[in-house]
């Protein structure tokens, strides 16, 4: 099932090399860790919310939160952050502790870089299918990376992992949707709002993301009912994907998908984070569609973003052209998530693209009429 790990390179992130905590108590060494993490958020801007250029004429306003300029380049930076305060709160974390968790890429990234501002060691469990890009950034900021042949084997594998090396393993499919405060205190969804609000359509009709761990759509549907928005919540989800038939079965154990080819996003069961019943709709989305619009995004706007952006993309035209059909002004809002430099070897790679099977020339036609003519009409591929 593994097949190996890389090396652990002590670099990238210097921000915890000055810090010698050992000697401290676990509560008192805790109490630092938490300082710094807090530290280093208010440190931090929050991220863009880009305007994205749509024909005036629709009335329709376009809003992509623009979370790729994170310090660990990606939504996961986020989650990252909560999940290691959820741990250092519930006493799971300590000075001697290795951090252990299983991840399709972006969220080891972000722990690592986390890992190494505590400076503690990291151990990211991964399909061997991952980006040799992401696997990159894990090492630069001191982490190490153990392969393991099929995306289903990972939580297995790091929950052994963590039991033998002293480890923590952090578990987001599990605690994503509870480590972060859905009621507000600077989660995602209200930076959102509150970078709308001098808007013309400041609350928006929609919400669009992808499920992943499943914590950014349960922590966003909780905001919009808890402060009874009336914006509806629109999940994305790949071919090959649990969640989908999941949430139209509404079973907690749909027979498991095969592996998604969309990194980032999709899973191959239902995960303990995803929270159907504060999704007011799904959309599945091809994944060669989601490399169209990742594509189409870049000559709209110049935005570079990565292939769980164009799931996301692929759901937004589809409301936007029905807010279009009837005639409704207003605003819808989705996440970039991460950026296409960490996909240049396979999503910007026509060669993997067709060994692959990929051929995304029919689903950028779409896009295409769609906009000249300001028709969605996906059933003509």
Not at 110 to 129: D, H, N, W
Not at 130 to 136: G, H
Not at 245 to 267: D, K, M, Q, V, Y
Request: charge should be negative.
């Amino acid at each position: 099932m593994m097949n190996g790990t890389s090396g652990n390179k002590q670099g990238g992130n210097s921000e915890g090399s000055d810090w010698e905590g050992r000697g401290l108590s676990d509560r008192d060494w805790a109490d630092q860790a938490i300082r710094r993490i807090r530290a280093e958020n208010n440190r931090s801007a929050d991220t863009h919310l880009y305007s994205v250029p749509l024909p005036e004429h629709w009335g329709v306003q376009l809003y992509l939160k623009d979370e790729s300029t994170h310090r660990s380049g990606s939504l996961k930076h986020r989650l990252a952050r909560s999940l290691f305060l959820f741990g250092l709160v519930n006493g799971w974390i300590r000075a001697d502790t290795t951090i252990v968790e299983a991840s399709s890429g972006s969220t080891a990234v972000s722990e690592a870089y986390f890992a190494q501002l505590l400076g503690l060691p990291f151990i990211a469990v991964m399909a061997r299918t991952t980006s040799q890009e992401k696997i990159a950034l894990i090492e630069q900021f001191g982490g190490s990376c153990l392969l393991v042949e099929h995306a289903s084997d990972v939580y297995a594998a790091a929950e052994e992992l963590a039991a033998t090396c002293n480890g923590h393993y952090m578990d987001q499919f599990t605690y994503a949707e509870r480590a972060t405060d859905w009621r507000g205190n600077n989660n995602i969804a209200e930076s959102i709002f509150g970078q709308l609000q001098l808007e013309e359509h400041p609350v928006p009709d929609w919400v669009v993301v992808g499920a992943g761990t499943g914590g950014t759509s349960a922590t966003i549907g909780r905001y919009l009912r808890y402060h009874s928005h009336p914006t509806r919540l629109l999940v994305v989800d790949p071919e090959n994907s649990a969640f989908y038939p999941g949430w139209l079965g509404g079973t907690a154990n749909p027979p498991a998908g095969l592996p998604s080819r969309i990194e980032g996003i999709g899973r191959p069961r239902m995960e303990p984070s995803f929270v159907p019943s504060v999704i007011d709709r799904m959309v599945q989305v091809p994944d060669a569609a989601s490399v169209a619009a990742m594509r189409h995004l870049r000559v709209l706007a110049g935005l570079h973003a990565g292939p769980s952006t164009g799931t996301n993309l692929w759901g937004v035209w589809q409301v936007v052209a029905e807010m279009v059909a009837e005639g409704r002004r207003g605003s819808i809002v989705s996440l970039m998530c991460d950026g296409g430099e960490r996909y240049a070897g396979n999503y910007y790679n026509q060669e993997w693209l067709a060994y692959h099977g990929l051929d995304s020339e029919p689903y950028e036609a779409v896009i295409k009429t769609f906009f000249d003519r300001g028709q969605w009409d996906p059933t003509a591929i």
